[in-house]
């Protein structure tokens, strides 16, 4: 099975400007999650959706959003730029259990965002 | 809320040497556990993976785990560790209530002398 991919892999914005990346799952997965990871922040969790539907959100400001397709692929979207939304923002797509029971998150390579 | 704490920022170890990581969490209910590994320049690797039965569970590259409920704890071990080791260990917890969302420690940076 391929994995997780994710497109583009490297972008370079300016402040102020919205950017949107994509997200592919491993087929059969049907849920995603995007993260944001900084050297000094780490893996923080930004949002996850199942069935074209937002089931969980972390705590980060509105600029940052998603969405689901049919299909399970994602796209996250980030508007207005800021100097620190530089980062690695990484996907990854889980076969959903009826219990949760060993629910394992695969990740893609990430999109690497610089903000200028 | 869910909190994932690793004890080491970066350890350096000469090859041959045993490793142990350790990882604590902190969460009420019930946890599915995870070591991933990130190579340099590569991206998240699924390690191993715990969430029910033998406490004790095996990954790849002859890494180990083991889950201590009573402590929270999940420790990852390889007896010798190899030059090629070098990388960032991560330990990662979700809830099965909530699998969908993980809680990542800050990632241990392993150095192997070669």
């Known amino acids: 099975k391929a994995g997780v991919t994710q497109t583009p892999r490297y972008l370079i914005k300016t402040r102020g400007q919205q950017v949107t990346l994509s997200c592919s799952p491993i087929?059969?997965?049907?849920?995603v999650s995007w993260y944001q990871q900084t050297p000094g922040q780490g893996l923080q969790f930004l949002f996850e959706?199942?069935?074209?539907?937002?089931?969980n959100k972390g705590n980060f400001p509105g600029r940052f959003s998603g969405r689901q397709f049919s299909n399970s692929r994602s796209e996250m979207n980030v508007s207005t730029l800021e100097l620190g939304d530089s980062a690695l923002y990484l996907c990854?797509?889980?076969?959903?259990?009826?219990?949760?029971?060993?629910?394992?998150?695969?990740f893609g390579p990430g999109t690497r965002l610089t903000v200028l | 809320a869910q909190s994932v704490s690793q004890h080491n920022h970066h350890v350096i170890l000469s090859e041959a040497a045993s490793l142990e990581l350790g990882c604590n969490y902190s969460y009420g209910g019930t946890v599915n556990l995870f070591w991933y590994v990130q190579y340099p320049g590569q991206h998240l690797q699924l390690l191993l993976k715990y969430f029910s039965g033998d406490p004790l569970v095996k990954g790849i590259k002859g890494f180990e785990a083991e889950f201590i409920k009573s402590k929270f704890s999940f420790n990852l071990r390889k007896p010798s560790v190899q030059w090629s080791d070098t990388a960032e260990y991560f330990c990662a917890v979700n809830a099965w209530t909530n699998a969908g969302k993980s809680t990542f420690g800050d990632g241990t940076t392993l150095t192997v002398k070669p």
């Open positions: 959706y199942f069935s074209e539907t937002q089931r």
């Open positions: 087929s059969g997965h049907r849920s």
């Open positions: 990854a797509s889980s076969l959903v259990s009826a219990s949760g029971e060993g629910d394992t998150q695969y």
